[in-house]
């Protein structure tokens, strides 16, 4: 299992690939139970019935913008620190998956979403 983490921005049915910001799958996994668990939000989407894709995120409209907002209210290293125990993570690579997280939800605009692969 590869655990590649892919991000693209969707936009009139078009798929533009953006960074997964060096981070596996296991780090956003751990983000989406944290959402989950802590924000009450439920981020993960039924993915594709392929085998290649183990974990899926689709963020939109109010959604994203939510999540967003808690993200910049965040001190992401102080989030960081108590997200990546729990998934014995280092605490630096949650963090940069928590800021690849906010700068690509910082794009997300009118009928623009986010959508997260892990394959």
């Known amino acids: 299992m590869s655990q590649i983490a892919s991000f693209y ?6 798929r533009q690939e953006l960074s ?11 983000i989406w139970d944290w ?5 009450d939000l439920d981020v993960r989407f039924p993915a594709p019935q392929t085998e290649d894709t183990l974990d899926c995120a689709l963020l939109e409209g109010e959604l994203a913008s939510k ?11 102080e989030l ?10 280092p605490a630096e690579t949650v963090q940069s998956g928590l800021e ?20």
């Open 9 to 14: 921005l969707l936009k009139d049915g078009q």
């Open 20 to 30: 997964g910001g060096d981070c596996s799958g296991a780090v956003y996994m751990a």
């Open 35 to 39: 959402c989950e668990s802590e924000l």
């Open 67 to 77: 999540l967003l907002a808690v993200l910049r209210e965040q001190d992401l290293p």
């Open 80 to 89: 960081a620190a108590e997200i990546a125990p729990d998934w014995d993570l």
């Open 100 to 119: 690849t997280l906010r700068s690509h939800l910082e794009l997300v605009r009118g009928n623009t979403a986010l959508l997260y692969e892990m394959t």
